[in-house]
């Protein structure tokens, strides 16, 4: 019963983020993706991408599927935000948020409680013996972290 | 054996967020504490006051203590930032972190792991029959995105 209770109230926590977010770039015109969170700082189309990007990969490091955008590596994870990179358009950037998001949504109703006590993919199952903290749920509420982290940037914009 | 380990990932969780930030916090000058995290937001001070008072106040909302610290409520919680309001010293404040984070710690040692399950003060006993995930472990997870939210802001100053 509490292992249900607990992946419920770390997923509730999740999507409350997620949700937060998607509100907030619902609510922007295509023009005001080029505004930044502060002078010479990020542009929000670079948070929207670099968001979509790393829960796109957070599919392989929780081991429950494959990324299916991972030509977003390149402008939004692996390098800063460059106004002279040829990014996908923020129609695009809609679209991929939502793909990813809803592919979550499916793999994670899909997840039986007990295994997000599992390790993830970015350990060893000898350094999980020794530290079975390290599981898909830390993982999950690092990434709700990471979330709010950017989302407190994106509100200064 | 999962409930601890659940309870233990949110703490480590919490535990992050609080150090990241003290170490952000300690690395300043007094003096740095007035610069603002954007133009026209607020100043790292308020920030600084701003978490210390809403972490005093956790203890009574977990139901675990009684605040220490109200009398930075007006300042920095219920107040927007103010550069005429007569804040406490930046000396003071660094004192009243290191007491308010002092207390958590030896309220979150002492509490089984069980009793994180338990309904937070903010909730009545009727409204937690109908929604159990509203436990004080919840409060915990949301309290350490408010951290990363206002990280996130402390990073761009």
Redesign the interface.
């Known amino acids: 019963m509490?292992?249900q209770?607990?992946v419920?109230?770390?997923l509730?926590?999740w999507n409350q983020?997620v949700a937060r977010a998607e509100k907030f770039f619902n609510g922007l015109s295509d023009e005001a993706f080029q505004r930044t969170?502060?002078?010479g700082?990020n542009r929000i189309i670079y948070l929207y991408g670099h968001l979509t990007a790393y829960h796109d990969m957070l599919k392989e490091t929780l081991g429950l599927g494959t990324a299916t955008h991972s030509f977003l590596v390149n402008d939004f994870l692996k390098n800063a935000d460059d106004v002279k990179a040829n990014m996908p358009s923020v129609a695009e950037l809609r679209q991929y948020w939502a793909e990813v998001h809803n592919e979550l949504n499916v793999l994670f109703a899909a997840l039986p409680a007990e295994d997000w006590?599992k390790r993830h993919n970015a350990m060893t199952d000898e350094d999980f013996k020794k530290d079975?903290?390290r599981?898909r749920?830390?993982v999950l509420?690092?990434r709700?972290?990471?979330i709010?982290?950017?989302?407190?940037?994106l509100v200064?914009a």
Not at 148 to 153: D, I, K, L, P, T
């Open positions: 509490e292992t209770l607990f419920q109230i770390a509730n926590g983020q969170v502060g002078a700082k006590f079975p903290t599981n749920l830390s509420l690092s709700t972290n990471h709010a982290y950017h989302f407190g940037q200064l």
